[in-house]
């Protein structure tokens, strides 16, 4: 079931849970890393930022790995 607030979705916690298992089924994601995706979907997240450069950006989500940001940043 997904409620609207302010504009942003929401996910219950059971939904979050779900999307973490599809994610980490499709994607071969660590748990940990699918929960945290998971969640950064359900609140419409544009991006996620990590420091595991081997994390797999999502059709839904792009993943921004801080090194390379900081290297892009330097040059």
Do not use: C, W, Y
């Amino acid at each position: 079931m997904r409620n609207e607030t302010h504009g942003m979705g929401r996910f219950t916690s059971q939904e979050i849970a779900e999307e973490a298992a599809r994610l980490r089924a499709f994607h071969n994601i660590r748990t940990p890393d699918s929960i945290q995706m998971a969640t950064a979907i359900s609140v419409g997240a544009s991006f996620f930022l990590t420091n595991d450069a081997h994390l797999p950006s999502l059709p839904n989500l792009k993943t921004l790995v801080l090194e390379d940001l900081k290297k892009g940043s330097e040059g």
